[in-house]
């Protein structure tokens, strides 16, 4: 999924690094059969349950 090095991420606009991001995680996101729906309702448990235990 990742044909850009780590090394050449620095040299990337905001916006094409943004959109590496993006589909990393939409490929995985599609590949765990979930939605952006459930994607964001995890991220947001994950948030709180961090907020919480800190």
């Known amino acids: 999924?990742?044909?850009k090095p780590f090394s050449k991420w620095i040299s990337m606009s905001d916006n094409a690094l943004s959109g590496q991001i993006g589909g990393f995680v939409k490929h995985h996101r599609i590949n765990q059969n979930k939605t952006q729906e459930s994607l964001a309702?995890?991220?947001?448990m994950s948030r709180l349950m961090t907020?919480?235990?800190s």
């Not at 309702?41 to 947001?44: H, L, T």
């Open 1 to 3: 999924m990742n044909d």
């Open 51 to 53: 907020l919480i235990g």
């Open 41 to 44: 309702k995890e991220a947001v």
